[in-house]
């Protein structure tokens, strides 16, 4: 898990202990489809155990699942071949592409673009709006996809920060460490796992509106 910080390289020790497999996975998005079939869902990890599953295999079962979208962490632009297939390809760029690199990860980016505000593992270090702010525009003057933007992205105050520039805020470590706080001693969900993530979502969400209409009164 090379771009993984603790928080979530523990979930992902959590998943397997509880039997997660590529198979339930999808089996998740299927069971999703059926009560929504509008929302986008993409699925973000690397690529050893799509590789595992096997390509053809995952596209196919994934395309019929209802995936929408992939962000593939450690698989780069030059080795697109490995993936071609009807499902967008979302990119991400980093504090270190510079302008040399951008246009490869632009090239068959797809859907938006996911901008990593920090130059470490998710959950770590703290973003600097005003940084982002510069890369964010840096990115828009080179496409017309929407900018979203992760890693280091915690409190309510962080998402609003970042959505004065950015089309979408991302926030993985912290959601998953309100569902840890909720687990018990098994790892097990209990009655309050729920609203353990759709408060911290309510919050951050607060925040971005926030965002918009300092936007908009501007």
Not at 88 to 99: S, V
Not at 111 to 133: C, E, K, W
Not at 153 to 163: I, L
Not at 207 to 212: D, L, P, S, Y
Request: cysteine-free; hydrophobic content about 45%.
């Amino acid at each position: 898990p090379m771009a993984d910080g603790p928080a979530i390289q523990a979930a992902g020790l959590r998943a397997l202990k509880g039997g997660q497999t590529m198979v339930r996975t999808l089996d998740l998005v299927r069971a999703f489809r059926e009560g929504d079939r509008d929302t986008p869902i993409v699925l973000m990890g690397y690529y050893n155990p799509i590789y595992s599953y096997g390509n053809d295999r995952f596209l196919k079962d994934a395309k019929e699942a209802g995936v929408d979208g992939l962000i593939i962490v450690d698989l780069p632009p030059e080795a697109d071949d490995e993936l071609a297939a009807g499902i967008a390809f979302i990119r991400l760029a980093t504090p270190t592409t510079d302008d040399a690199r951008l246009p490869h990860v632009l090239k068959n980016s797809a859907g938006f673009v996911y901008y990593v505000s920090v130059a470490g593992i998710t959950g770590s270090g703290a973003l600097d709006p005003t940084a982002v702010g510069v890369a964010v525009r840096r990115i828009k003057a080179k496409t017309d996809l929407p900018v979203a933007v992760g890693f280091g992205v915690k409190t309510p105050d962080q998402a609003r920060a970042v959505a004065e520039n950015a089309d979408g805020v991302v926030v993985g470590s912290a959601l998953v460490e309100a569902v840890r706080g909720s687990l018990d001693g098994d790892s097990r969900a209990t009655d309050t796992t729920v609203s353990a993530v759709t408060d911290l979502v309510s919050r951050l969400a607060a925040g971005i509106r926030q965002a918009a209409r300092e936007t908009a009164a501007t």
